[in-house]
């Protein structure tokens, strides 16, 4: 698997002074765009199949992450509702600069506020264990 993502990069980098050489930087540019595009669409896919597999290979231990991943979809719903659409100051000028409509900017805001909270939530869960070890 890493000599297969190594030799990846490496012909990617290839690929990509060619074409500056060839194309110019224009064309490389588009073609690191590209690139990043259909990377991003394969990690996508993987990261699905990788987790499919395995739920359906062990799904008595695949449960905790599966009921960890609706508390956090809950979480995001939760705030989704609660969320306002901003209507005024500098957000509010940049919703209508942008064209940005009221739900992609609760969606917006719940996402930011699930962050914060996750963050909060991943530190305090590192200092209880770290405390919790502490006195083992």
Known sequence: GQSLAL???ALLIVIFFLIVLIAGQDAALNFI????????????V???????????RD????????LGL?????????????SPAE???????????????DNLMKAIS????TTFILAILGVGAFVYSEVRNLFK
């Open 7 to 9: 030799g990846g990069g």
């Open 70 to 82: 609706g508390a956090m979809l809950l979480l995001f719903f939760i705030l989704y509702l609660v």
């Open 110 to 113: 719940s996402g930011i506020l």
């Open 59 to 66: 799904p008595k231990d695949s449960a905790k992450g599966l």
């Open 46 to 56: 993987a990261l699905v199949g990788y987790a499919l597999y395995h739920v359906i």
């Open 33 to 44: 765009i590209w690139a990043g595009i259909v990377l991003l669409v394969l990690t996508i």
């Open 87 to 101: 209507t005024t100051g500098k957000i509010g000028a940049l919703r209508e600069e942008f064209s940005i409509s």
